[in-house]
């Protein structure tokens, strides 16, 4: 190792605890972006991480989304002119600052924006860690490169250690990145002078076992509303004389997928590109545990249920899915009220894989839906929002040097894995910039990702750390 990377390391094992100090404090701004009454916190979160990368040398600032009509919040900006004598690659690090709701409340075992350091492990178990919401998605994994920014500066004077560097940390990850396209067009300019993105929001494979990301879902998300009745009705007047819109819901629905857990649609998997031998190769000798994944969420081996012909790590990482996430309709109170609901509605999304198009998804699904209207009823059909897959090269020179950054930080070789996830942002840079993204994750698969009581495990933020710490030093050397 070279003095400064080696001086780098040892400045950040001393100041692990205003590091953790530092991730605790931008852990309780409450920075919800999907509801409007966290607007000023989403704005505070943004300045605080405007300001950490200002005090290690960047030229940082918050830009503004939206419109004056319509604003969204505001998107931080940084740069770094990187050293004379660099000659690598210029580099873009996207994260979010926004966090997802708590909701129910009532599961936290502790406030979700009181973040919590246990310091304790168990067996077999969660080691010590920090509990709250944003804890590892994303905050906590903005700070392992925040933390490793800092230290570059310390030690070599030089914003980012002397390479070329972008930051954009977005501020509507989690409610849609409604924003985000436009910021991109409107910034192509400025942000096409990066060759290569780094993402820090994905997870390893396990405890101990770092990976590279080289693929994630997209994802099309809609809403269906099965509208009939002008009004709520008497159940014994009305019942078996006119359409209940929840019975005719729950009967379209469940035509979405055929005996083979396959979804119906006509078309649906026109654009899926194939899964190769060499993946399953790859993937199988990985000795993913399906069964072990499921008793963690309580459930038994024989639920390892989806698609016929593919095992469940291929389901996870090659496959798209449908689902129904939530339906609502009629009656739902204590009690007892006999009605028949006016409409009744489902959020329905679908994971997509590369080369799957979203708004291909979502129109299909939508004329399927219409000519399966049932007698009476009529449709309500909303497009929330949907990003494209991304699967990126395994052969790029960026990729590789992450690949040995992990293997010289941590001391294991970084398995290359695909996620089930989706990071939209991944398909905008790739359509609109031409840019590829390294996913550089430490997460763990029971981090409680918008649940009750996530965690950031220490031991994963220090390996991440140390990981992006080291990939500048590489980067010095491309």
């Known amino acids: 190792m070279g003095l400064n990377v080696d001086q780098v390391l040892s400045r950040l094992e001393s100041q692990e605890k205003q590091q953790i100090q530092e991730l605790m404090d931008w852990l309780r701004i409450p920075s919800i972006s999907t509801d409007p009454a966290y607007r000023s916190h989403c704005r505070r979160a943004a300045q605080w991480a405007s300001d950490h990368l200002a005090a290690s040398g960047f030229a940082s600032a918050l830009r503004e989304t939206g419109t004056q009509a319509s604003p969204g919040h505001p998107i931080v900006l940084a740069h770094t002119p990187g050293d004379a004598s660099y000659q690598g690659p210029h580099v873009l690090f996207y994260g979010h600052y926004d966090v997802q709701p708590v909701d129910p409340l009532d599961l936290w075992e502790s406030p979700p924006f009181e973040p919590k350091l246990i310091e304790t492990g168990t067996s077999g178990g969660p080691g010590p860690r920090i509990v709250a919401r944003g ?12 933390s490793a920014m800092r230290a570059w500066k310390e030690i070599s004077g030089l914003a980012a250690g002397g390479v070329k560097m972008t930051v954009l940390l977005e501020g509507e990850e989690e409610s849609g990145s409604v924003n985000l396209d436009a910021f991109l067009d409107a910034n192509k300019a400025e942000l096409s002078k990066c060759s290569v993105c780094l993402i820090s929001d994905t997870g390893m494979l396990d405890r101990g076992r770092p990976a590279i990301t080289y693929g994630v879902r997209g994802l099309a998300y809609t809403e269906i509303v099965l509208h009939a009745a002008n009004q709520d009705l008497h159940s014994g007047l009305w019942g078996g004389r006119c359409p209940n819109p929840i019975s005719e819901l729950t009967k379209v629905l469940a035509q979405l997928w055929d005996k083979d857990r396959k979804v119906t649609i006509p078309g649906f998997y026109d654009r899926v590109r194939p899964l190769t031998q060499g993946e399953r190769d790859a993937w199988k000798k990985l000795n ?9 969420i309580g459930l038994g081996p024989e639920a390892n249920v ?10 996870e990482w090659a496959r798209p899915t449908a689902e129904i996430n939530g339906i609502v309709g009629g009656y739902t109170g204590k009690g007892a009220k006999t009605v028949i609901p006016a409409y009744a509605s489902a959020k329905v999304s679908f994971r997509l894989v590369a080369d799957q198009d979203p708004v291909q998804v979502t129109e299909a699904f939508f004329k ?54 989706s990071i939209p942002v991944a398909g905008s840079l790739k359509s609109k910039l031409g840019v590829e993204t390294i996913f550089m994750g430490f997460g763990l698969e029971d981090d409680r990702v918008h649940s009750p009581n996530e965690k950031f495990e220490l031991e994963c933020l220090r390996m991440g750390t140390r990981s992006h710490a080291m990939f500048i030093d590489e980067l010095k050397k491309l």
């Open 135 to 146: 804890a590892v998605d994303d905050k906590g994994q903005v700070m392992m490169f925040l």
């Open 306 to 315: 989806g698609e016929t012909g593919f095992s469940a790590t291929e389901r």
């Open 368 to 421: 399927w839906c219409q000519e399966r209207t049932p007698p009476g009823c009529r449709w309500e059909l909303i497009d929330h929002h949907g990003g494209h897959p991304a699967t990126v090269r395994t052969d790029s020179k960026e990729l590789s040097a992450a690949v040995r950054a992990i293997d010289r930080a941590t001391g294991r070789k970084a398995e290359l894995i695909k996620s089930g996830g």
């Open 288 to 296: 993913i545990d399906a069964a072990e994944s499921l008793s963690k």
